[in-house]
């Protein structure tokens, strides 16, 4: 029989991997300040199926497969959980940058955008500059003209230029406008510039804990609390073909 002393198992239970409170920091981390689809809720469930688990595989008062049967369950629970929101988060991050995107890149209107559009125009003109040239000058002029310049108004300037590429001159004129404007204050470019590598980080820690919480029951700790007990429905199994044996010696 083996050694393990169930009060052991049972207080070793209640310990989870530490690269799951590592991940976990990260998440929380990462998720502020974006849509995460409540990511933290869903590690919350994942890691107390865990520990809830490695306590149902410590209380020897069950058999072992009893024990395994009723863990596995647990963590189907929480691993339906997780595979829902690793579903989602997809649709949360894009709808997310989108509103942002909306937010920012509006086109001047009224007084200020005919003003910002005549002042654009001039510059329009010089033929020493490239359209990308171009539409970097007028987003490092700031203001009502940089706003101009990732406003719709830039499709229209494309479609009017031989040869020119209006999905490459947004990504040139989006990237400096947002670096420009995230480095004189403005929160939502800033959000807007982290969002991604944000995502990636929470989706990356989530990942993390969740193989980490969903594997407790193929871990060593599962392996040495399923051999307590063990034993008795070998025993069992063994008592019950002796007494067969018996009752066909007595025929």
């Known amino acids: 029989m083996s050694t393990i002393r169930p009060e052991d198992l049972m207080a070793e239970a209640n310990n989870l991997s530490p690269v799951i409170a590592v991940a976990l920091r990260a998440a929380e981390e990462n998720s502020k300040g974006i849509d995460s689809d409540g990511a933290i809720s869903v590690a919350t469930k994942l890691t107390t199926a865990a520990r809830d688990a490695q306590r149902t595989l410590a209380d020897v008062s069950k058999f072992p497969a009893g024990r395994r049967a009723e863990a ?92 020119s590429d209006a999905k490459t001159l947004r990504v040139i004129a989006e990237t400096e406008f947002l670096q420009n404007a995230a480095d004189t204050g403005n929160e939502t470019a800033r959000k807007l510039l982290d969002a991604p590598a944000k995502y990636a980080k929470v989706r990356s820690s989530m990942d ?44």
């Open 208 to 251: 993390k804990i969740a193989s980490e919480c969903l594997g407790v029951n193929r871990s060593a700790f599962a392996e040495r609390a399923l051999s307590w007990g063990s034993e008795a429905p070998q025993k069992d199994a063994e008592i019950r073909a002796l007494k067969a044996q018996l009752r066909t010696l007595k025929k």
């Open 72 to 163: 596995d369950e647990i963590l189907a629970k929480a691993e339906r959980s997780f595979n829902d929101w690793r579903q989602n988060i997809e649709t949360h991050e894009l709808v997310f940058l989108a509103e942002l995107h909306t937010s920012i890149f509006k086109a001047p209107t009224g007084t200020d955008g005919l003003i910002a559009r005549l002042d654009a125009e001039q510059v329009l003109r010089r033929r020493d500059m490239s359209l990308h040239d171009v539409f970097r000058m007028l987003v490092r002029a700031g203001g009502q003209v940089a706003q101009l310049a990732v406003s719709p108004w830039l499709e229209l300037v494309a479609s009017g230029r031989p040869n």
